[in-house]
């Protein structure tokens, strides 16, 4: 049975957190991984336009997702880009990136997006199904939850 994480469980990631984040990734052969390096999550800790949470579980980071406000061309609107949403190997069946996937879409709802991105290029096949799931659908080499 799934366990369901409550999102006060979702926090902003610390430098502390920085080592634990860096092997997600890698466990699941995440095609960015070896460019998740300490020096750009700390970078993207630090850039007004970027956000870092994690879900901590049993003393490890269990999830992790970096998002992105970008502005939207000839608009004043802003779209949250999902960066990176990677879930640690033994956390995959407690509904974690489900969760994560779910903050990103009510924090874009908070703030007006119209829509939440995912680059889709860089995904595995895995990913682009459970993105599918969520409602979101390919346009180009993006896929797009409207809010």
Do not use: W
Not at 116 to 136: D, H, I, N
């Amino acid at each position: 049975m799934n366990q369901v994480i409550d999102p006060i469980n979702i926090r902003k990631a610390t430098s502390l957190d920085i080592a634990y984040i860096r092997k997600l990734p890698v466990q699941l052969t995440h095609p960015s991984a070896e460019r998740l390096l300490p020096k750009q999550l700390r970078m993207m800790m630090q850039v007004p336009d970027h956000e870092l949470r994690v879900i901590r579980q049993e003393q490890r980071v269990a999830a992790f997702l970096a998002i992105q406000f970008v502005p939207a061309r000839d608009s004043a609107m802003r779209f949250l880009l999902i960066r990176h949403l990677a879930v640690d190997r033994f956390a995959l069946d407690r509904g974690s990136a489900a969760e994560m996937e779910e903050y990103a879409t009510e924090i874009a709802s908070e703030i007006a997006c119209p829509a939440v991105l995912v680059r889709g290029a860089s995904l595995s096949g895995s990913a682009m199904k459970f993105y599918r799931e969520r409602g979101y659908v390919e346009e180009g080499s993006v896929l797009i939850k409207r809010i």
